[in-house]
């Protein structure tokens, strides 16, 4: 009888204490905030959505030395997602350079709100994304603006600088993304 008690009151004297710890941390970051964000505030996503001819114009050629670099993806996509991390990679690598990287999200509308809004603010990607209804596309659609993309899967990877294009359908490497990059500043087109 006396270990049963014994149990019970160390049951109730070890769940006073994290009761106690979770009053204290609430306390805690009520009152000063500033120490309790020790993470980068996570940019809020905005909901970006463009028409199929939007894109087109998106994807057109601009007269400046500026490298787009367009990937298409969805957050279903395991090969999409297994890329990602070499994007982010290569935006910090040439951050404040003449290159522009943006996704299009070709999720479904449905998860636009839920899992693209929760994909781009894990990722940190929240003003790269633009969202585009993939039942809007048609065969004109890829005939106008692509060369080998017929939009048969995903991911793919469109890359311009002024009238030079690049076309990568599949799962980019960091070697390949390199290369690719690399490439359009080798030549200075």
Request: glycine fraction near 4%.
């Amino acid at each position: 009888m006396k270990k049963f008690l014994l149990s019970l009151f160390a049951i109730a004297v070890l769940g006073s204490c994290t009761k106690k710890e979770t009053v204290a941390e609430t306390e805690f970051s009520d009152t000063d905030s500033s120490i309790v964000a020790d993470t980068p505030p996570v940019s809020a996503f905005k909901s970006i959505e463009y028409s199929p001819e939007q894109v087109t114009e998106f994807l057109s050629a601009k007269e400046n030395d500026t490298l787009y670099v367009t990937n298409f993806f969805a957050t279903w996509c395991g090969p999409c997602i297994r890329e990602i991390p070499h994007f982010k990679e290569k935006m910090e690598e040439l951050k404040g350079q003449p290159v522009k990287f943006t996704f299009i999200s070709l999720d479904q509308k449905s998860d636009w709100d839920t899992k693209v809004k929760d994909f781009a603010e894990e990722k940190e990607l929240s003003e790269n994304i633009i969202l585009l209804d993939g039942t809007l596309l048609n065969e004109d659609f890829f005939a106008k603006n692509f060369e080998s993309w017929d939009g048969s899967g995903i991911p793919f990877t469109f890359m311009r600088k002024k009238n030079r294009t690049d076309e990568y359908m599949s799962m980019m490497t960091k070697e390949q993304l390199d290369e690719k990059i690399n490439s359009f500043s080798k030549n200075g087109k």
